[in-house]
């Protein structure tokens, strides 16, 4: 069975910290690793990660994939109390049409 | 404005009865899904539907049903069989032509049974 794994499960960091997010899985084929938003309700995508070493970037936001080590990290900088939400880490499958989400993280951001 | 709707956004039930979650969306989509989501367990997969009149198990089917008799509708049931039933449920929808991890999600639905 897939599984998806994200650490740490919860993390309070105080505005202007940089904070890194962890995500390993256990599956043998995707097609895409994807890391999700989730504020008050529906989840928001934010990236997707296909090949490794290639460093996906969206302002302050950050993410790579490690397939050899079948984990990616997501990196947020100076980061704001906007940032707080549940951050998801999603496997995509080979056919496209099935995600299998991690626990996620809980990030506080405090001011 | 296109989207997903659910209703209710939140719902009370009593043990032993069942309950139906709306989920609607007219964005044209093929493909739908429900979700379930608990405390520390991101989202986990109940049921999907790729074409009207068919729809498949997810990871945890168990003490659910559906139904896709419209394109545009895809009802979960919980029923009285599943034995935690409280969580938050969120449904989800894509185009079969479009960006395979463009789910779009719905507002979602609480549901609380006592």
């Known amino acids: 069975e897939d599984k998806v794994v994200q650490s740490p499960l919860s993390l309070v960091v105080h505005e202007g910290d940089t904070v890194t997010l962890n995500c390993s899985y256990e599956?043998?084929?995707?097609?895409?690793l994807l890391w999700y938003k989730q504020e008050k309700k529906a989840p928001t995508f934010l990236f997707m990660l296909?090949?490794?070493?290639i460093e996906k970037k969206s302002g302050r936001l950050s993410s790579i994939l490690d397939k050899k080590e079948l984990f990616s990290i997501l990196n947020i900088t100076a980061t704001q109390t906007g940032d707080s939400a549940i951050y998801l880490c999603?496997?995509?499958?080979?056919?496209?049409?099935?995600?299998?989400f991690g626990g996620g993280t809980r990030l506080m951001v405090k001011p | 404005d296109g989207g997903i709707t659910q209703s209710p956004k939140y719902l009370f039930r009593k043990e032993g009865q069942n309950v139906t979650l709306s989920c609607e969306q007219n964005?044209?989509?093929?493909?739908m899904y429900w979700y379930r989501q608990d405390p520390g367990q991101g989202l986990r997969l109940i049921y999907y539907?790729?074409?009207?009149?068919?729809?498949q198990k997810g990871d945890i089917a168990e003490g659910y049903s559906v139904s896709r008799e419209k394109k545009e509708s895809f009802p979960l049931t919980v029923t009285s069989a599943q034995k935690n039933p409280t969580a938050f449920y969120l449904c989800a929808s894509r185009s079969g032509t479009g960006a395979p991890y463009e789910q779009y999600f719905g507002p979602g639905t609480r549901l609380t049974v006592t």
């Open positions: 964005l044209n989509h093929d493909a």
């Open positions: 599956v043998t084929n995707f097609r895409s």
């Open positions: 539907s790729q074409i009207v009149n068919d729809f």
């Open positions: 296909t090949s490794s070493g």
């Open positions: 999603v496997i995509l499958n080979n056919a496209g049409n099935m995600l299998t």
